[in-house]
């Protein structure tokens, strides 16, 4: 079956990068549209940034200007590149397919950003 796989994650002050990596088993995600999603203590899951296969791209107005996603078609993988984190930011990160996600999500990447 389809899984997303979500290496990575950890530690950094407010105002750093970080960049997440989302591997998939079973699809080639430069035919799918492919999300990064967030959930952090106690709210909702949401999504922040998503992907096309034409490269069109939707974001958060949370992460707008700070985040981006990029694809690497070669090593089917979706990338989240953070820059300027801030301690709001502070959640697990997941991948899935945008709008339609698949109800087996993956460990999901811990990101925590201290002020």
């Not at 079956?1 to 290496?7: L, N, S, T």
């Not at 999504?47 to 296969?53: F, G």
């Not at 690497?72 to 820059?83: A, G, K, R």
Request: hydrophobic share 35%; charged share 15%; with cysteine.
């Amino acid at each position: 079956q389809v899984q997303f796989v979500e290496p990575g994650g950890g530690l950094v002050q407010a105002g750093g990068p970080l960049r997440l990596s989302c591997g998939a088993s079973l699809i080639s995600v430069r035919f799918k549209v492919i999300g990064w999603y967030r959930q952090a203590p106690g709210k909702q899951r949401e999504l922040v940034a998503s992907i096309s296969p034409t490269h069109s791209m939707y974001y958060a107005a949370s992460v707008k200007g700070r985040f981006t996603i990029s694809r690497d078609n070669s090593e089917n993988t979706v990338y989240l590149q953070m820059n300027s984190l801030e301690p709001e930011d502070t959640a697990v990160y997941y991948c899935n397919y945008a709008g339609a996600p698949l109800n087996a999500w993956g460990q999901g990447a811990q990101v925590t950003v201290s002020s």
